[in-house]
């Protein structure tokens, strides 16, 4: 199949399936396709080819990937998946660039996002990452890195508390006075339900979308609200950029979502309620762009750091395709899914 193409998806029902056991990103057994992708992740059906010779376009990490989409639901994911044991070292390796803390890039980027200029940005941007969402009561931020979300869900009125793998992270996180468990979410007994579960830009990159979704409602209060942030698999800029779409992101993202599979995802997870749009933020989109222009094979691609350059292509990008990327939102071929649903 040619890079970019796009085929219709079969409805999958959420009736339980015979799967062979694999190791959910949070760190836990569960239900899902085995490792070398024999079958589909979340339903276990056949897998036919969709992408092929993928590379990390971000840190530079060597190796040949493809994208495999499952002929019975739809869900692409990427293939040869790493295990639980090697996601966590890719990413105490390399999110982040390992833990950067005081260059020009981290500390610019920390004044923006405490900014006015922020706020005003999300307006005009779309919020893929929650940040403008104001509230009460206490949520989970499933993934929460170093905790830069959990200070601003700490300014609009909510009590946050976070899960995150990486002890590194983690550690950057506590040392901002939160709470954060170093454990799967799976495995994650919380004394009280939370008001609030967020996955931003998470779910992507677990082995078992399925059960994720299945426990990151479960910590949920009746009535709570489940928040999901992933990349739209149906976006026009993955035809555009082809195998340099940002959001391949191998091989850390494991799954790749439309906007049906997730509605069907959250019902199947016990949530009604669902609704879900789509935003083109103009960091992925001058993402594809610099990588476009300046990736090179086995070699981390600098310019994505880079605190003049990035800003620039982000800025030029939104202003010069402002009327693409509006059309593209509205016609379902946007570039980010943002998904709010309710727990039954």
Request: charged fraction near 20%; include cysteine.
């Given at each position: 199949?040619?890079?970019?193409?796009?085929?219709?998806?079969?409805?999958?029902?959420?009736?339980?399936?015979?799967?062979?056991?694999?190791?959910?990103?949070?760190?836990?057994?569960?239900e899902?396709?085995?490792?070398?992708q024999?079958a589909?992740?979340?339903?276990?059906?056949?897998?036919?080819?969709?992408?092929s010779?993928?590379?990390?376009?971000?840190?530079?990490?060597?190796?040949?990937?493809?994208?495999?989409?499952?002929?019975?639901?739809?869900?692409?994911?990427?293939?040869?998946?790493?295990?639980?044991?090697?996601?966590?070292?890719?990413?105490?390796?390399?999110?982040?660039?390992?833990?950067?803390?005081?260059?020009?890039?981290?500390?610019?980027?920390?004044?923006f996002?405490?900014?006015?200029w922020?706020?005003?940005?999300?307006?005009?941007?779309?919020?893929?990452?929650?940040?403008?969402?104001?509230?009460?009561?206490?949520?989970?931020?499933?993934?929460?890195?170093?905790?830069?979300?959990?200070?601003?869900?700490?300014?609009?009125?909510?009590?946050?508390?976070?899960?995150?793998?990486?002890?590194?992270?983690?550690g950057?996180?506590?040392?901002?006075?939160?709470?954060?468990?170093?454990?799967?979410?799976?495995?994650?007994?919380?004394?009280?339900?939370?008001?609030?579960?967020?996955?931003?830009?998470?779910?992507?990159?677990?082995?078992?979308?399925?059960?994720m979704?299945?426990?990151?409602?479960?910590?949920?209060?009746?009535?709570?609200?489940?928040?999901?942030?992933c990349?739209?698999?149906?976006?026009w800029?993955?035809?555009?950029?082809?195998?340099?779409?940002?959001?391949w992101?191998?091989?850390?993202?494991?799954s790749?979502?439309?906007?049906?599979?997730?509605?069907?995802?959250?019902?199947?997870?016990?949530?009604h309620?669902?609704?879900?749009?789509?935003?083109?933020?103009?960091?992925?989109?001058?993402s594809?762009?610099?990588?476009?222009?300046?990736?090179?094979?086995?070699?981390?691609?600098?310019?994505?750091?880079?605190p003049?350059?990035?800003?620039?292509?982000?800025?030029?990008?939104?202003?010069l395709?402002?009327?693409?990327?509006?059309?593209?939102?509205?016609?379902?071929?946007?570039?980010?899914?943002?998904?709010?649903?309710t727990k039954?």
């Amino acid at each position: 199949m040619a890079a970019g193409a796009v085929v219709p998806e079969i409805t999958a029902n959420c009736g339980s399936m015979n799967r062979p056991l694999a190791i959910d990103v949070v760190g836990t057994v569960t239900e899902a396709g085995t490792r070398n992708q024999a079958a589909c992740l979340h339903c276990g059906g056949a897998l036919a080819d969709s992408e092929s010779e993928l590379f990390d376009t971000r840190f530079g990490i060597d190796g040949s990937y493809e994208v495999r989409r499952c002929i019975t639901c739809g869900l692409e994911q990427t293939s040869p998946a790493p295990n639980a044991e090697e996601l966590q070292t890719l990413y105490e390796t390399y999110y982040n660039f390992g833990g950067e803390q005081g260059t020009f890039y981290s500390r610019t980027r920390e004044r923006f996002l405490a900014s006015f200029w922020y706020r005003l940005w999300m307006r005009f941007e779309g919020d893929a990452s929650f940040h403008s969402r104001k509230g009460t009561g206490r949520l989970l931020d499933i993934g929460c890195n170093e905790g830069r979300s959990m200070k601003i869900f700490t300014r609009n009125g909510f009590q946050p508390t976070g899960l995150e793998l990486s002890e590194r992270a983690a550690g950057v996180a506590r040392a901002s006075g939160f709470t954060v468990h170093a454990c799967g979410l799976e495995e994650y007994q919380p004394a009280t339900l939370y008001d609030v579960a967020v996955l931003s830009n998470v779910l992507e990159h677990s082995l078992a979308p399925r059960q994720m979704l299945k426990s990151a409602v479960r910590v949920l209060k009746p009535g709570g609200e489940i928040w999901i942030s992933c990349p739209n698999s149906r976006s026009w800029l993955r035809a555009v950029f082809g195998r340099r779409w940002i959001n391949w992101h191998v091989p850390f993202h494991i799954s790749h979502f439309s906007a049906s599979m997730l509605e069907r995802m959250l019902a199947c997870a016990g949530c009604h309620r669902v609704k879900v749009r789509q935003v083109s933020p103009a960091a992925w989109l001058a993402s594809s762009l610099l990588v476009a222009a300046f990736f090179r094979r086995g070699k981390p691609t600098q310019q994505l750091r880079n605190p003049i350059l990035f800003p620039l292509a982000m800025l030029i990008g939104k202003l010069l395709l402002f009327p693409f990327l509006w059309v593209a939102n509205k016609s379902g071929r946007g570039d980010c899914l943002v998904a709010v649903a309710t727990k039954i």
